[in-house]
């Protein structure tokens, strides 16, 4: 059945800047809950190998995620598996309201909500998900052992986890739109410098095809010359960016062109109350340091918010 529970700070999204808003807010000795639907990490979870967080030269996405969660819990914040659906204000309490039902009413409310996958919208896609169109190289790679395997784009995830798909395909055919990479250099000299990529430039997906079952191969459109080709790959992974998850608020929160949610430098959103943290929020880059210097931040304004409440009442 349905409940309503009442904790101090709300947090929704258990990605790292969520878990480490929920290790601040709970060594502060405040209730708190991190609200997840999928896997605490959130796109750590599902990421390769991590080697550009501090104090960490090479680790699973996974298990960093894990051990982020673990961390967190120690100190006493309880993590849910819940699916949040909405995100409102009711006088001074900030609450959230699950897929299940449940509602979780707080006094401050950290939306770490994170991006989703973009997707190309072409002929294929959404008929071949899962049979061969996958968002996840971790999740999905090493089902296609020893194939021809195409990523699309050409940002950090695009270039990265094509590297990494090389431990499983014979061949990693790195498809972009333009002849200049948005990669980092160091990620970008990582794929030239390995013989089993191939970049096909200026190039756009126009269909995804296969036998019905699965992906057999791809039409490309060269943008320069208009020119077709036709690319025989067992499997594409598309990695064109992502777009916040800013939609769950309920009330009129400020957002960018982008859908990013804006915030002030305490992380305090235009919904006095709600903070956010990590990939939701504008900012120039979207990168696990990032989101734990947020969900600090975060926290630590969202117990101000409660002290100031508390000081209030006792008035
Ligand atoms: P991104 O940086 O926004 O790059 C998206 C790429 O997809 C761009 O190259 C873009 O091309 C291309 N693209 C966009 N729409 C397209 C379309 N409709 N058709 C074909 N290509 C399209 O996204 P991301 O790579 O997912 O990275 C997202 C954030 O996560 C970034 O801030 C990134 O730094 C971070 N990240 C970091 C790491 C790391 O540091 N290890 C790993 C993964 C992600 P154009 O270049 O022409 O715009």
Known sequence: MAEEKRYDIVIVGGGPGGLCAGLYAARATRKTVCL???LPGGQIAITGDVEDYLG???????????????HAKKFGLEIEMEEVVEVYCEGDDRLARCASGNIYRGKALILSTGGSPVYLNVPGEKEYSGKGVSYCAI?????????VIAVVGGGDAAVEEG?????????????????????????????????????????VVESI???????????????????????EVGAVFVYIGFRPNSDI????????EGGYVLTDSKMETSIPGIFACGDVRAQL???????????????????KRLEGLEDKLAQ
């Open 285 to 303: 880059v979207r990168q696990v340091t990032n989101a734990v210097g947020d969900g600090t931040t975060a926290a630590v304004a969202a117990e």
């Open 56 to 70: 960490f030269e090479h680790i699973q996405g996974a298990e960093l995620g894990m051990k982020f969660a673990e």
């Open 139 to 147: 999740c999905d790679g090493a089902f296609f052992k020893e194939q």
């Open 163 to 203: 590297s990494f798909l090389t431990r499983f395909g014979s061949r990693i055919y790195i498809v972009h739109r333009r002849d200049k990479l948005r990669a980092q250099k160091i990620i970008q000299k990582r794929a030239f410098d390995n013989p089993k990529i191939e970049f096909i430039w200026d190039s």
């Open 249 to 256: 608020v309920r009330e009129n929160i400020e957002r960018d």
């Open 36 to 38: 997840e639907k999928y």
């Open 209 to 231: 095809n296969g036998d019905g079952k699965r992906v057999n191969h791809l039409v490309l459109k060269n943008v320069k010359t208009a020119k077709t080709s036709r690319l």
